[in-house]
């Protein structure tokens, strides 16, 4: 798809997303940053904005995306808050709500997070709740937040029990990806957001996987072609799932894929293992435990590894040796039921279980036992 800009035509791609608020559109490419203004024309008529962002993007970015809803006569209500994971809590959710309440954003107002993973979650539920909900739109700034966390409505904050325990469903009015973002992103950070994209290719796309494997060095040095490429797969691949199954009761379960062992992971070293490090170890820890339980050809989780090691991310963790300790943490993860943790049942490098068994329990003693393993096969 085509628009004018200036004297030049900005190219960009739109993935359609289905939602029970009436669904809404993923646009991916160079410059769609600068469409942010008529998009809120469109998508979330407001008068007013707040716009939340971690003081990080905010000194790097705020002024350019500010600028974008003044030039439509939108009022721009800042509401920044502490970068890192750390900061994804209920007392940060409080202090940014408070500022748009002191400001007196009313319910014809929207929420415009621009950020990374933490600042889409948190300023999603922030949307989601204030007022009892106004329209959010999400401009992502990480690869990890364009490539999944930016999509499919989940928002809430960590809790001390553990990782998003606290949180509502709130779909995005829309969202603009745009990899210019990405220039003045650390290289480190850029890679963390691929482990998301080799999971979406290892659970549902094994073609994407292999194109992301031999793709890995331009999409690290965050080349737009091959990252735009990234997005809309990525994209296209958690739409398809999410707008079949948008409160997760079934299949959107499939995207939870390494994120039992990488919740936990993420709670043992209290939140300074990044998030996409955690998806890393965590997908090959539960292609292993698959193997050993007989539910995942043998040789996936060497393929996983393979894959993330290409992006730079670990494949192992400290932490497997405390073997306890995590399966306690994985106990309290939401996804667990009647006490009994459940991962992502995947068959093979490239498909799930069907349907009805997206996801199988795992007993305690297996899952303790697999991760004393892991630390013996991961010296
Ligand atoms: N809601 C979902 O569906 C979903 C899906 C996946 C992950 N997540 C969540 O996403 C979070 C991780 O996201 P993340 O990895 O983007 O972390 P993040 O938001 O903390 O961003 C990482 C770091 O990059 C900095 N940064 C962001 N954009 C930048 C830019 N353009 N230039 C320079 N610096 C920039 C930030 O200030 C931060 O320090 C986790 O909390 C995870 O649970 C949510
Ligand atoms: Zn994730």
Redesign the pocket.
Known sequence: MNIKRGRSLLSFSEVPVRSSSGGYVVRVGSGVREMLGPAVEVAAPSGRCGLIA?E??AS??YEEVAASLRGRGIDVVPAFFP???TS?TRANWSALTDVLMDARLGRDSCVVSV???????LA?FVAATFLRGVPLVQLP??T??MI??S??G??GVDHPAG??LVGAFHAPAMVLADPD??S???RG?RA??YA?AVKHGVTLDAAYAGWLASHAAPLLDGSPGEVTRAVVRSVELKAEVVSGDEFETGSRKILNFGHTVAHALEAASRYAL???HAVAVGMVAEARIGEELGLTAPGTAEEIRTLVTAFGLPHSHPAFARALQLVDLMIRDKKTRSGVVHIVRLVEFGRTGAADETTVPVPEADLVGVIRGLVLQDP
């Open positions: 971690d990080t993007v790097l970015w970068a890192g994971e994804k950020g990374g993973g933490v600042t889409g979650d999603g700034t990480t990890l937040a999944d966390a999509v499919g989940k928002t990782k998003n973002f990405l003045t992103l650390d950070v963390a957001g998301e990044p998030h996409g």
